[in-house]
């Protein structure tokens, strides 16, 4: 019985230093083992941010992550409520093996470096105001808000990734004159940002607007990358193309827009949009044909859901790490912008995730420059029909959602050492 105790307590010890002597931790991203995908993101961005090493595994087990094993990651992972796994150096050689075989469609990324984070957002926007705002605050990942004051300063310099809160880019204030323009609040918006814009040197919105927009634009040339969602995406494009072109009407900027307006816009100017039209009507809560929020009948509810490409991780690196999920079909959520019309997405950017059921563009990614962005089509992946001022989506009862999933690919993305994209 001596023997057996001494063989026992000796088992335990043998099992307890295997434990404590494995080289990684997985973070197991598929449907099954994970129990918190969003905030596994942020567990990763932890890391990077104290210089431990981090590895993307595309298409393995849902886009897993692959860390160095540490007391303080495992502690880190237990109190946010993360699933992980250990792993000797052995398993985790067998996994990268595999992941490396010319028959499977996996690739490895090394994630190098914690990006700096920015969010373009009006001073005192609560955080459920915006999904990325809202996700970043449920993740734990840091990010700094900044406005049209730090944007025309050139402060974007100090960041490698920006998101464009659902803002627009136009100077007609949302297109919200018609259902809300006796509304407290949208009065003191108009007043506020119309104060900004003389303080900032212009004498009308839209030319102030026109201006932040023209800032970001040159950030991603420059090598940044950019994040929009909604609103933000083709109001953004339609500033850039109306340059010089006064397209505002009298309630908007105090004088008539420009007369023939549309033919006079450059789409050469645009990040991903092309000839599109513009919504003339100030009473119509639209900016132009690009969204098709009013062209979904055919789409009900119980139906809206959009399928994401299946890129190949080792020739496409960047398509597959901005898709990696745990499902290939994200339940669709409408916006002001929902989707974008396919054929008014120019050629050389890449729809990622596509309504087949409609046939519209969800998710695209571009180059411009030295830098990258994203569009994203809605407003709150886990409040289909968004309305101003519906409570806010409690994230802790959507801990697995893809759709959140899709925006912190996105937040992770500039970390990774990058491949040329190939298609």
């Given at each position: ?15 307890s230093?295997?434990?404590?002597r494995?080289?990684?931790i ?8 994970q ?6 993101y ?5 890391c990077?941010d104290?210089q431990?090493?981090?590895s993307?595994l595309?298409?393995y087990r ?5 860390l160095?094993?540490a007391?303080e990651?495992?502690?880190e992972?237990?109190i946010?409520g ?16 595999e ?7 996996m ?5 190098e470096?914690?990006p ?17 705002t809202?996700?970043l605050t449920?993740a734990?990942i840091?990010?700094?808000?900044v406005y049209d004051e730090e944007?025309?300063?050139?402060q ?5 990734w920006?998101h464009l809160?659902?803002?627009d ?15 407290p ?6 007043k506020?940002a119309?104060?900004l814009?003389t ?7 839209s030319?102030e607007?026109?201006?932040v927009?023209?800032?970001i634009?040159d ?5 940044g ?6 609103s ?9 193309a109306?340059?010089?072109?006064d ?9 008539p827009?420009e007369?023939n307006y ?7 100017n ?6 599109f039209?513009l919504?003339?009507?100030p009473?119509?809560y639209e900016?132009?044909d ?10 009900p509810?119980e139906?809206?859901y ?5 890129f190949?991780?080792?020739w ?6 901005l898709?990696?999920n745990?499902?290939?079909?994200v339940?669709g959520?409408m916006g ?5 019309q ?7 950017v890449?729809?990622?995730?596509e309504?087949?059921?409609?046939g519209?563009?969800r ?8 830098g990258?962005?994203?569009?994203y ?9 968004h309305q101003v ?8 009862l959507h ?8 925006i ?9 050492r ?5 298609t």
């Open positions: 019985m001596k023997t057996l105790k001494i063989s026992y307590c000796v088992l335990l010890l043998l099992l230093s295997v434990a404590a494995a080289g990684f997985l973070l197991p991203m598929d449907e099954s083992t129990q918190n995908h969003l905030k596994a942020g567990i990763t961005y932890w990077l104290r431990y090493k981090a993307w595309l298409n849902g886009g897993s992550f692959l160095p094993d007391p990651i495992r502690k992972c237990q946010r993360v699933s992980f796994e250990l792993l000797s150096d052995d398993e985790a050689n067998a996994i990268l093996a992941i490396s075989s010319p028959s499977q469609n690739e490895t990324v090394i994630l470096k914690a700096k984070i920015a969010v373009y957002t009006p001073k005192g926007k609560q955080p459920w105001d915006d999904a990325v809202l996700v449920y734990e840091p990010f700094t808000p944007v025309l300063s050139d974007l310099l100090l960041y490698d920006l809160h659902h803002e880019f136009t100077g007609q204030y949302g297109k919200f004159y018609a259902s809300y323009k006796n509304a609040w949208y009065i003191e918006q108009k506020d119309e104060a814009a303080k900032l040197g212009y004498a009308k919105v030319e607007k026109l201006a927009a023209k800032k634009r950030f991603v040339i420059g090598g990358f950019m994040f929009a969602m909604c933000a995406a083709d109001s953004f494009d339609i500033a850039l109306a340059d010089g072109v397209i505002c009407e009298p309630m908007f900027d105090g004088d827009s007369a549309q033919s006079k816009l450059q789409f050469s645009t990040f991903a949009f092309k000839n039209t919504e003339r009507n009473n119509m900016f132009s690009i969204d098709m929020t009013n062209k979904r009948a055919n789409v509810m139906k809206d959009f399928t994401l490409m299946d190949s991780a080792k496409d690196p960047i398509p597959s790490m898709c990696q745990h499902t290939m079909l339940k959520f002001q912008s929902t989707a974008f396919p054929d008014l997405v120019k050629s050389n890449l729809v990622m995730g309504c087949q059921l409609n519209e563009a998710y695209i990614h571009g180059e411009k420059g030295k990258m962005y994203t569009f089509g809605g407003h709150d992946p886990e409040d289909y029909k001022g519906d409570p806010p989506t409690v994230l802790d801990p697995n959602s893809p759709g959140y999933r899709l912190l690919n996105n937040v992770l993305f500039p970390a990774a990058k491949k040329k994209l190939k």
